[in-house]
């Protein structure tokens, strides 16, 4: 059953609607609007700043030639929206302090990664080789390991 605007033709214009909300999102991305305020910490200027070029690289991706292929296009569009979630939830991490949100960033970065997945594999692409989570670090290696007492024994 059809939604009551497409059976009463304005369907175009719920499309014009849609395309001028997306060049709103795209310049409002492409602006530099977060300057720095006073009062504004480090720490601040450094998660706007970083967010800023996540949703650049996002816009500036989404943006992709048409291909022909629908459903590739989609998939070519999608990715990089899906990414810049991924991108902003690693930024939040980084610097957000809330337990809850910080919680909620580590789902966003696994679910946004499977459907990255999900959708290359249903158009017959590779997915993403699998990788530590990008806000694990990787720990050091110990210069002497003291509790490994099998160093320079045999059997």
Do not use: C, W
């Amino acid at each position: 059953m059809l939604p009551r605007f497409l059976k009463s033709g304005l369907a175009p214009l719920a499309g014009a609607a849609l395309l001028a909300f997306a060049a709103a999102a795209a310049a409002f991305a492409h602006d530099d609007h977060h300057p720095v305020q006073t009062g504004q910490t480090a720490e601040e200027s450094a998660f706007l700043a970083e967010n800023d070029t996540a949703m650049t690289k996002m816009m500036n991706d989404m943006a992709a030639k048409p291909s022909g292929d629908i459903d590739r296009d989609f998939v070519a569009m999608m990715t990089p929206h899906h990414q810049g979630a991924i991108d902003m939830a690693v930024i939040e991490l980084r610097y957000g302090k809330n337990e809850q949100l910080r919680r909620i960033a580590q789902e966003i970065i696994v679910e946004q990664q499977q459907e990255i997945d999900a959708m290359k594999l249903a158009i017959g692409d590779p997915v993403t080789a699998s990788a530590p989570a990008p806000t694990q670090q990787t720990p050091a290696p110990a210069a002497h390991d003291h509790m490994n007492m099998s160093h320079g024994m045999k059997n």
